[in-house]
Structures are given as C-alpha cells and as structure tokens.
C-alpha cells in the first residue's frame, strides 16, 4: 500500500520533469532556426523566361555545401577588394563607396577601394558595339587579363566594377555580372542598373541592383549555390525585373552556409545592416532586417 502511493505521488513529478526539460530543449532554437520563420518560399511553378524555368539546377542542401570547393577567408588573406574600371560620375563614385560599405557589413569582411583604372586597359579586340550603340566589353577578359594580373596578395575577393555594358561571349547580348569563383575574380557593371545613367532619382534603385549583384556573385566565391529554398539574394535572375524581386536578404538557408566559412557575431550583422539601410532609406530591406531582429529579443 505504501510503495502504491510511493510511485502514486512521485511518478508525475517527473512525468512533468520530462516534459520540462524537452519543452525548454524545443525552445533552444539556432539563429537560422528562427530566423527561417522569415523565409518567403518559392513558387513551386515559375514563371516562364525566369531563372528557375530555363535552368534545372540541384538544390544545395548544408551538407552539400560543406562537401563543396570553395574559397574560405584565412590569416593574411581575408579581405575583400573592389577594382573600379573606366571614367566614373561622381555619383557613380558615390555609389561604389555605399556599395563597400554595405559589403563590408554583408560579410563581415574588411573591405577596400582601389585606384580607378581606366577603359583604356581594354583592347579593341574585346570590345564590340552592341545593337543600342553601346560599347561592351568582353567579360573573360577583364578576369583573366586584368582583374587576376591586379589581385593583391591579401585578397580573398576582387571585385571589378565596371560602367561599360558587359557580353560573355559573342551569342550574348549581355550580362550584369561574370565571375570565376575558384580564382576569387569577379566583376559586375553598373550599366544597365540606371538605364546607362545615374540620377539623383534612380540612384537608390541603382545601389541596390549593385549591391545583390556584386553580394551574389560574392557568395557563388565563397561557394553558395543559386538558391532554391526561399526568396534570396542567391536566387538565379535573368533580367532586372528578376533581381528587383529577389531580396538583398539571404535566407536562413544560405546566410547558414556562409556563417560556416566566415565565422562572424550573427546579432551584430543584423544590427549593422539596419543601421546600413535606415541611413540609406532602403525601406523594404529594413523591413526584413527588423523582422529578424524581433525574432532574437
């Protein structure tokens, strides 16, 4: 009879124990786990002439990644470099000076300016004039030919940013961004984000195309995938319309990857990144940076 309440009065004590203890174990969320509660999903049909509809690509799933080849940030050669090529307003100049900014704070990385090199390092053999009457350059050569003959030794990025319109190759009409992501090489133009010119009324339109393009193709280096799981800066785009859509936040997804190679305070690049797109009145990026940092309070 005493051992019958013995077990009686002791066996819900640690049935709620039990219970605690999983309750508090559940409630133990990573940064990514609970900033996923974010992630606007993609559209299981898309749309025709996107990305997604002209290209299958593999989801890249964490371990996959982890599996990849990929450049990683190391003593001595841990910062990121822009190389601007050609004759730049000074508004555009203004432009690539938020963009550095905005990278910095994006990869946690220290990140620098070079010297302005000029359109004339471009032979004419790279250069053609496209149907609007607009000079392009050949993209494969301003990796090969200029940006990896410049990259310094401190490097683990460089990044040309060009204001000429850029062809990959001759059945091309262009490209917004060309990169070689086992060399660290990339460059994007700027070209096509103002219409080929820059307005005090286009010119926050403008930075931000630049700063998803050139975060992009930043996080192909560092060995992310097109995205697949969400709404994302690592989404594919085959036009303007295309990036304006897509956010200049990675998802939870992605923004795991790259917390794995570059091993940075999550809190605080949420914190800098508000601060970025409030002084920049980036209103819809800001939006997304509060709704993440309400999930950590």
Same mark, same amino acid.
């Given at each position: 009879?005493?051992?019958?309440?013995?077990?009686? *009065?002791? *066996?819900?004590?640690?049935?709620?124990?039990?219970?605690?203890?999983?309750?508090? @174990?559940?409630?133990?969320?990573?940064?990514?786990?609970?900033?996923?509660?974010? %992630?606007?999903?993609?559209? *299981?049909?898309?749309?025709?002439?996107?990305?997604?509809?002209? +290209? %299958?690509?593999?989801?890249? @799933?964490?371990? %996959?990644? /982890?599996?990849?080849?990929?450049?990683?940030?190391?003593?001595?050669?841990?910062?990121?470099?822009? @190389?601007?090529?050609?004759?730049?307003?000074?508004?555009?100049?203004?432009?690539?000076?938020?963009?550095?900014?905005?990278?910095?704070?994006?990869?946690?990385?220290?990140?620098?300016?070079?010297?302005?090199?000029?359109?004339?390092?471009?032979?004419?053999?790279?250069?053609?004039?496209?149907?609007?009457?607009?000079? /392009?350059?050949?993209?494969?050569?301003?990796? %090969?030919?200029?940006?990896?003959?410049?990259?310094?030794?401190?490097?683990?990025?460089?990044?040309?940013?060009?204001?000429?319109?850029?062809?990959?190759?001759?059945?091309?009409?262009?490209?917004?961004?060309?990169?070689?992501?086992?060399?660290?090489?990339?460059?994007?133009?700027? !070209?096509?984000?103002?219409?080929? +010119?820059?307005?005090?009324?286009?010119?926050?339109?403008?930075?931000?195309?630049?700063?998803?393009?050139?975060?992009?193709?930043?996080?192909?280096?560092?060995?992310?995938?097109?995205?697949?799981?969400?709404?994302?800066?690592?989404?594919?785009?085959?036009?303007?319309?295309?990036?304006?859509?897509? !956010?200049?936040?990675?998802?939870?997804?992605?923004?795991?990857?790259?917390?794995?190679?570059?091993? !940075?305070?999550?809190?605080?690049?949420?914190?800098?990144?508000?601060?970025?797109?409030?002084?920049? +009145?980036?209103?819809?990026?800001?939006?997304?940076?509060? @709704?993440?940092?309400?999930?950590?309070?």
């Amino acid at each position: 009879m005493s051992q019958g309440k013995y077990k009686f *009065t002791l *066996t819900p004590f640690y049935v709620i124990v039990f219970i605690l203890f999983f309750s508090c @174990q559940k409630k133990n969320k990573t940064y990514f786990e609970a900033i996923a509660i974010n %992630d606007v999903k993609l559209s *299981t049909t898309p749309k025709p002439g996107s990305w997604r509809y002209n +290209h %299958d690509e593999k989801f890249q @799933q964490f371990e %996959d990644f /982890q599996r990849s080849k990929k450049i990683k940030p190391e003593p001595g050669k841990n910062t990121i470099y822009l @190389q601007p090529i050609g004759g730049f307003t000074e508004l555009q100049k203004k432009e690539i000076e938020f963009t550095k900014e905005y990278l910095k704070i994006y990869f946690q990385l220290e990140t620098k300016i070079l010297p302005i090199v000029s359109n004339s390092i471009f032979p004419k053999t790279v250069k053609r004039i496209f149907k609007d009457e607009q000079e /392009q350059v050949l993209a494969g050569y301003v990796l %090969d030919s200029v940006l990896m003959k410049r990259k310094p030794k401190d490097a683990i990025v460089l990044m040309g940013i060009t204001e000429r319109d850029l062809f990959p190759k001759p059945e091309w009409n262009y490209v917004f961004g060309f990169a070689s992501y086992e060399n660290g090489v990339g460059v994007t133009s700027i !070209y096509r984000f103002a219409n080929g +010119h820059l307005t005090d009324s286009n010119f926050n339109e403008s930075l931000t195309r630049l700063m998803k393009i050139s975060s992009h193709e930043i996080g192909h280096m560092f060995g992310i995938s097109h995205c697949l799981n969400a709404n994302c800066v690592m989404n594919g785009t085959n036009t303007l319309t295309e990036t304006d859509f897509h !956010y200049a936040r990675a998802c939870s997804l992605c923004q795991r990857k790259l917390n794995s190679s570059i091993p !940075y305070d999550n809190k605080k690049r949420l914190l800098e990144l508000k601060n970025f797109f409030e002084k920049h +009145h980036l209103n819809s990026e800001l939006a997304r940076t509060e @709704q993440d940092i309400n999930l950590l309070q």
